[in-house]
């Protein structure tokens, strides 16, 4: 039987958070709270960090908690503030950066998918790996890199907020 739970700003579903890439990414609801269905993330970026371009199996929906980032989303390419959300179909390949001193996102996987276990199997180096070692955790796990991080020069496409005509119903 699932139970209900809070955590505070502080706590997650781990003693500790992942430290995935040299950013420290807080599980706060795990696949196994869900029957899989979800996991929840809070990540913390220092100016320049993000992960390479990447695809998975799973939705992912990030929320901008706090400071400045660029997110890729297939061929587009877009800036996002506090307040920003984004949402990324599944097999579509996506990256971010943060732009700002410091940033944290909220990310939720839907299905919850093995992005849980590539984050405990990264945790494990102390050192930045290789980009081979790297690519060949994610591909273990059903999971690919397919183009390197974004980078602080990248040029940005301003997208206007979804209008009525392009709204879902």
């Known amino acids: 039987m699932q139970t209900s739970f809070i955590l505070s700003k502080q ?53 901008v908690i706090e400071g400045e980032f660029i997110f890729q989303m297939g061929d587009t390419k877009v800036s996002a503030v506090p307040g920003d959300i984004l949402f990324v179909p599944r097999n579509m390949p996506h990256a971010f950066l943060a732009t700002s001193q410091k940033g944290s996102l909220v990310c939720i996987l839907n299905p919850a998918g093995n992005v849980e276990k590539l984050f405990e199997k990264l945790s494990l180096y102390h050192e930045m790996p290789p980009v081979e070692e790297i690519t060949r955790v994610h591909e273990e796990l059903g999971l690919k890199i397919v183009g390197p991080p974004l980078f602080a020069a990248t040029s940005v496409r301003t997208q206007p907020p979804l209008n009525s005509t392009t709204k879902t119903k």
């Open 11 to 63: 706590e997650g579903r781990l003693l500790k958070p992942y430290i995935v890439l040299g950013m420290p990414i807080h599980l706060k609801v795990s696949g196994s709270d869900t029957n899989g269905q979800l996991s929840v993330f809070v990540s913390e970026h220092n100016k320049n960090q993000g992960p390479p371009l990447h695809i998975h199996d799973s939705d992912e929906t990030c929320y």
